[in-house]
């Protein structure tokens, strides 16, 4: 039901205009065949319960009385859920309720039509974009044609089939991608089947599932325009275009292509001849028109390196004078390079080197429901995220308007083929080629593709890599990069995916799966991420709200998705702001852990920018289905802690600080130069009140493309030494004593015997607060170790791995433990020798920074040289640093809250402020606002903010603006709900 309201409230119906392989122009003559034109009413019905054969279901007045109404484009077991005919999937456990044999099999879809009177063309077809997965499809009785792939579009000429002034039947017959799917059915949506972030989808998201309208043309038309863009500089584009003619007429004929590309008003003709029933490519040239040669060309860039300005090319054929077919499509001037200098991937723009920021889409939707315009919001939330690419993950998505939404957002595409790391080919590699290819000449144009990926997470079998990368060359002339596995090859692998302390992610390396060492560009990482309470009830029965149960894990919070590591979430959560009360206080709590994590995440990239972090996407930046892990804004689009975590990192200009080592960073992911900037940064306790020891300020350059360390915050780092003459044991001595290790003499040493798989470890005594180790190697060092901690010596938790051991002096830091044991495990020597240690300290967590709060809070500004604020952030740091507890001992503030709404061409946008007076006893926490309705107090969404769960000392404001549609609201009245951490308890 919500998703059918909110395609309301979207306006997703689309214009006929729009609905061929690029846009059709005013000049030829489209009718959509989908559910968005009311005069087509397409049915659906398993093909087991329909006993009649093909003549008689294409009859006139065959009875339809027991077929569903169908959904087109969309999927079979979708259109039973909007008829009412199963409970809604999104709630509870419904959709594993649901009787899969109902819809693992093959289905019929059938449709009437009357052919307009203006289609007074010679021709006419019925086109089909896309089916899932293979079909047949009849007109008036006759097979037409067949369908194979969900990339491969179907143009069938019926222009001797057509009843004139009588109904005309449309039948299809669509087969089920019939499992195992990964990679046998591909191409597929091979996570419909199941994955470990949404349910088994029945019928494996069959249907008709792209568009399909009638075509009436002349005798020659034309088919996938392709424009290709060199910029020998930036100052000059030389564009050459080709496309395919078809003529399907019984004689050879001459005709001409008139083309007009906007904006600048360039016109070109050119000639050609065509011989009977044949296709031709005919090209263009720049070298033989030179008003291709464009100076000064608008160039298209992705988000935040400038404008993703884009062209449009008119082409009319024309055959003797009469117009036969017209294509209009999108273009951006735009020229794509790379390397992989260091063993990492760098992508360069126009000459630009880029920092890639970005996130992977499973899926649109788990039953293929996002549809139009839907992909607008979509994408131009991962704008406002300041992003700028996604990873369309094993090609799952495949819709036209999610490229669109790209192009227009600058939002750049890794896009995948549909491989998943399985070692077995799909079972017919001729089909799945033809779709490779048919992908490649749909989506070339849109500039917003930057890499073809061909498998996830594994390399395709052969012969499909050879042929993937050959289909690039003919079809795409290498404009993108081949990257033939998602997680090697020059990548830093996938994973993980859980929970982490944000120091992680600053700190040598982010362990992953496959792939090199490093931060470098990483496809996938990630965490759970708990929706707020208004998503949470949305789709979680009230009875199994709190505690936790089995039914959480029916939305993946649990051991379907474990690689979220649910559990250690909910640990977390508790351990650093206490344990939740019940599922309000646990949502509430969620989004401080979701910002922190998310956040951490991608500045803990920027701060390593180029030495050697290229680039993150996260698993995932958005979800398909509701549930509690791997998305920024949810389900429902609430925009969740996680949303705001990754606006805020992933600013083009932005002041960060590193919670390793407490420096702050001035990064700059842009292509702009920025001089006389004033870093500054400022500590407050819980009071409110500034700590002014620990503040600092720097005036600074920002070069394009750079991290710019500016101070450190003067924390101070003590070096307790707990394992000082503590006992030690080993798991051989070949020299020495392991009491060595820790009896403050530096002339004496230890050393094990000349095998790798050799441990010692310390007991400290008791359970002490443990935040590192300091080793000290003698020329016998260990290549490769890992340290762990215990309590109990039998149970260890690794917390540091390396494989790039070295002689001498080393100190390692991680987030603080409980422990009382802990253990170095050698896996590679170093040299011929045993493992060999002068000294072993294990270093003291969590100790008090002088003049500090339990909790505090840092504020960073970075102003330009009018003072004016171009970037800022804020974190609260714990002197127990994984300890926040103390934040539900902040006194209840007042806040003032003013606002006006304007309402303007059918959005409302509501401008507030908000105000903690300076009369108030505290910092205000973690402030959220949001719009409501102001009949039903509930959320409206979608909405558009700039800026959420912030925080204000006394006597500071905020600006905050939120946007939505009319529609979203009805005749109803918005307001603000303001709420705050100190007052939720």
């Known amino acids: 039901m919500y998703r059918k309201v909110l395609r309301k409230q979207l306006g997703l119906l689309l214009l006929a205009q729009a609905l061929v392989f690029g846009r059709i122009n005013a000049q030829s003559t489209v009718l959509s065949l989908n559910s968005d034109n009311a005069q087509i009413a397409w049915k659906v019905k398993a093909q087991q319960d329909v006993k009649d054969e093909v003549e008689k279901i294409c009859s006139q007045n065959y009875p339809q009385t027991d077929w569903v109404k169908a959904i087109v484009p969309g999927t079979v077991f979708a259109s039973y859920v909007a008829a009412g005919l199963e409970k809604d999937p999104n709630f509870g456990d419904n959709i594993q309720k649901v009787d899969k044999a109902k819809y693992d099999r093959n289905f019929w879809y059938r449709a009437e039509i009357n052919v307009p009177d203006n289609f007074r063309n010679v021709k006419t077809y019925v086109n089909f974009d896309g089916i899932n997965r293979k079909a047949d499809v009849y007109f008036n009785g006759t097979r037409i044609g067949a369908l194979d792939g969900f990339m491969q579009r179907g143009n069938f000429d019926i222009t001797d089939l057509i009843r004139k002034n009588e109904k ?49 043309a002349g005798t020659i038309t034309l088919k996938d325009p392709w424009m290709k863009t060199n910029l020998p500089s930036n100052g000059r584009a030389d564009l050459s275009l080709s496309v395919e003619v078809k003529n399907d007429s019984d004689k050879q004929q001459q005709g001409i292509i008139k083309g007009t ?69 999108s273009f951006g001037i735009k020229k794509y390079s790379y390397d992989t200098l260091g063993g990492v991937l760098h992508v360069f723009i126009n000459g630009t080197k880029l920092f890639l920021k970005g996130g992977n889409w499973g899926m649109s939707e788990y039953m293929q429901r996002c549809k139009g315009r839907e992909y607008d919001l979509k994408v131009r939330l991962h704008k406002e995220m300041n992003y700028n690419i996604i990873r369309n993950w094993i090609g799952s998505t495949t819709d036209e308007e999610f490229y669109e939404a790209c192009d227009k957002y600058g939002i750049m595409i890794w896009d995948d083929f549909w491989l998943n790391a399985n070692p077995n080919l799909p079972r017919d590699i001729n089909v799945f080629n033809a779709n490779v290819i048919e992908k490649i000449k749909r989506r070339r144009n849109h500039p917003a593709v930057a890499v073809w990926c061909g498998d996830n997470e594994g390399w395709p079998e052969p012969p499909l890599s050879n042929w993937i990368k050959e289909d690039i060359r003919v079809f795409d002339n290498n404009e993108r990069y081949w990257q033939p596995n998602s997680h090697a090859d020059n990548l830093t692998g996938s994973g993980f995916w859980g929970n982490q302390d944000p120091r992680y992610y600053f700190t040598a390396y982010p362990k992953a799966i496959g792939g090199n060492k490093g931060w470098g560009l990483r496809t996938e990482t990630g965490t759970a991420v708990f929706t707020n309470f208004e998503s949470f009830k949305k789709f979680m029965p009230e009875d199994k709200w709190w505690p936790r149960n089995d039914m959480w894990n029916t939305h993946y919070f649990g051991q379907s998705a474990f690689n979220a590591t649910p559990d250690y979430y909910e640990e977390c959560l508790n351990e650093k702001y206490g344990k939740a009360t019940g599922i309000e206080d646990f949502c509430r709590k969620a989004q401080f852990l979701n910002i922190e994590t998310n956040k951490a995440m991608y500045e803990g990239w920027l701060d390593h920018m180029w030495e050697d972090a290229s680039g993150i996407m996260i698993w995932m930046s958005q979800s398909s289905y509701p549930s509690m892990v791997w998305q920024t804004y949810d389900y429902y689009y609430d925009l969740t802690g996680a949303y705001w975590g990754v606006k805020k990192a992933c600013e083009p200009l932005h002041i960060q600080w590193n919670p390793a080592t407490d420096t702050i960073k001035v990064v700059n992911t842009t ?5 006389g900037l004033t870093a500054e940064a400022s500590l407050y306790n819980m009071d409110g009140k500034s700590v002014q020891h620990y503040g600092a300020t720097k005036k600074i350059e920002s070069p394009s493309n750079s991290a710019v360390n500016c101070f450190s915050i003067p924390f101070g780092h003590a070096k307790n030494d707990l394992a000082l003459h503590k006992k030690v044991y080993a798991s051989s001595t070949n020299y020495g004593d392991p009491s060595m290790l820790t009896d403050n003499d530096p002339n004496t040493r230890w050393s094990s015997n000349s095998t790798d798989e050799e441990w010692l470890y310390v007991d400290l005594g008791d359970v002490k607060d443990v935040a590192g180790v300091g080793l000290n190697w003698q020329d016998a060092y260990a290549q490769s170790f890992k340290i762990f901690v215990s309590t109990d010596a039998i149970k260890w938790k690794e917390v540091y791995a390396t494989s790039e051991g070295e002689a001498g002096e080393k100190d390692i830091f991680f987030a603080e433990e409980k422990a009382r044991y802990v253990k170095v495990q050698g896996l590679e020597r170093g040299t011929y020798w045993g493992y060999s240690l002068w000294d072993m300290k294990v270093y003291e967590g969590n100790t008090k920074s002088e003049g500090l709060s339990d909790v505090h809070f840092i504020k960073l500004k970075l102003t330009d040289d009018k003072g004016k604020v171009v970037s800022d952030n804020f974190y609260w740091r714990g002197n127990s640093r994984k300890d926040f507890t103390a934040l539900n001992k902040l006194s209840k503030v007042n806040l003032k809250v003013t606002s006006k709404t304007k309402k303007e061409n059918g959005q409302y946008t509501i401008s507030a402020q908000i105000s903690n ?31 959420n769960y912030f925080s204000l000392m006394p006597g500071e404001s905020k600006d905050i603006q939120i946007a939505f549609d009319e529609s979203a609201i009805g005749k109803d009245a918005a307001q603000l709900k303001v709420e705050t951490y100190n007052n939720m308890k």
């Open 917 to 947: 007076p300076i009369s108030s006893p505290c910092i205000a926490f973690g402030i959220r606002v949001q719009a409501v309705n102001s009949s039903t107090g509930n959320q409206i969404l979608p909405s558009i903010m700039n800026d």
């Open 168 to 216: 005309n039947i449309v039948a299809v017959l669509v087969y089920w991608p019939q499992p195992p799917l990964g990679n046998y059915a591909s191409p597929t949506y091979i996570s419909s089947g199941g994955w470990d972030w949404m349910p088994y989808v029945p019928g494996l998201n069959m249907g008709i599932t792209d568009k399909v309208f009638l075509q009436n």
């Open 261 to 329: 590309i906007q904006p600048g008003n360039i016109s070109f003709l050119q000639k050609f001849s065509i011989d009977a029933n044949n296709t031709d490519e005919v090209k263009i040239d720049y070298r033989k028109f030179p008003q291709l040669i464009i100076n000064n060309p608008k160039l298209w860039w992705p988000n935040g390196y400038g404008d993703p300005n884009l062209y449009t090319c008119k082409l009319n054929v024309e055959i003797n004078g009469v117009v036969s077919d017209a294509k209009d499509f």
């Open 671 to 675: 292509a702009q130069n920025f001089t």
